[in-house]
């Protein structure tokens, strides 16, 4: 360590290094980890901490963002979005932030979606895309059995400017050029402020296609990263409604 980011990263009172310590994203786990054998540098005017993931060993890293600056905000993550350390300032009792989402069910080739069918869904933004897309799934009731795709461009989603898909993840070509993964990309990355909105597009044969609306970005008073269906309106259709055969055979037996 260098003797001022060690003075630095000291002078933290020790519940607060305590949680730093145990709160480091790790890419592998696709969790909140501690890091292990880790060292303190100077990177830019701030503090980071370089080390180990205790429980894979891939490398990891935390910024004590403000750090060099003289701000009391200094246990934020590398990549937190402006909401979140705004939250973050004013309550130290627990690094985690709540991500609330609305999402509703815009269209669907096989069915004419007439009246409104939504979930409100709160789910930790270091939650991967993909875990993110299971949740959205599960809570319409469908199989998570198929490839899927998050668009910034809801009418042409080929020409989205900011896309994530899973064709990615698996080796496949993807349907937009700039398309990134979503096994490696966490919900904060991918929204940043209330307001902003994805095509979430699920099944590209059936091709459901979802509308996410980030709606507000809330600090947890407690570490629990289970996601929470906080409001349902509307039944949600079959995923796979029986065929017109199927339907014969039961009238005639």
């Not at 790790?26 to 890091?35: E, F, L, P, R």
């Not at 205790?54 to 060099?68: F, I």
């Not at 973050?88 to 009246?115: M, N, P, R, V």
């Not at 940043?192 to 091709?207: A, H, Q, T």
Request: aromatic share 12%; proline share 4%.
């Amino acid at each position: 360590m260098t003797k001022e980011a060690l003075k630095i990263w000291m002078a933290l009172p020790a519940d607060v290094r305590s949680k730093i310590l145990s709160n480091v994203w790790c890419g592998q786990c696709m969790t909140a980890v501690t890091i292990c054998d880790y060292s303190a540098v100077l990177d830019g005017g701030v503090v980071v901490l370089r080390g180990f993931c205790s429980a894979c060993r891939h490398k990891v890293a935390r910024v004590l963002e403000g750090s060099g600056g003289g701000s009391d905000d200094s246990s934020q993550s590398a990549d937190m979005s402006k909401p979140e350390r705004q939250i973050a300032k004013g309550s130290k009792k627990c690094g985690l932030t709540y991500y609330i989402f609305d999402i509703w069910i815009e269209d669907c080739g096989a069915y004419d979606i007439k009246e409104k069918i939504s979930r409100k869904i709160q789910i930790a933004g270091t939650k991967s895309l993909y875990n993110f897309a299971k949740v959205i799934t599960q809570a319409f009731g469908f199989y998570f059995d198929h490839c899927f795709g998050f668009y910034d461009n809801f009418q042409k989603y080929h020409d989205s400017k900011m896309s994530y898909e899973l064709f990615v993840d698996i080796g496949e070509a993807p349907l937009t050029p700039i398309a990134k993964g979503v096994k490696k990309t966490q919900i904060r990355q991918a929204f940043k402020n209330p307001g902003e909105k994805m095509l979430f597009l699920f099944d590209y044969g059936d091709g459901w296609r979802f509308a996410v609306e980030l709606k507000e970005v809330r600090n947890a008073q407690k570490w629990d990263i289970k996601p929470v269906i906080l409001e349902s309106i509307g039944k949600a259709p079959l995923q796979y409604p029986p065929c017109e055969d199927e339907l014969e055979k039961d009238e005639t037996v």
